[in-house]
């Protein structure tokens, strides 16, 4: 799961656009993922997930208002 602080527009998991956050993620397969968080005005924010099998992981960005 991806959660912004304040709200992202667009989120991108490994190159294609998934929505706007808070995402939630019930199909990324165990591995490493890349995301990118965009909030227009403020600079985008990319991270690396490394998802382990049958573990769940959230993500909480704070983005500049």
């Known amino acids: 799961s991806v ?4 709200l992202c ?3 991108v998991v490994d190159g ?6 808070p995402v939630l993620f019930h199909s990324l397969k ?3 993922h890349t995301v990118v968080a ?6 985008e924010r ?3 997930l490394d ?4 573990k769940a992981q959230a993500v909480r960005l704070w983005m500049a208002p």
Do not use: M
């Open 9 to 11: 527009d667009e989120i």
């Open 51 to 54: 998802l382990k099998p049958g």
């Open 30 to 32: 165990p591995g490493r």
């Open 16 to 21: 294609s656009k998934v929505g706007a956050s």
């Open 38 to 43: 965009r909030r227009d005005g403020t600079p």
């Open 3 to 6: 959660y912004c602080v304040p």
């Open 46 to 48: 990319e991270l690396f």
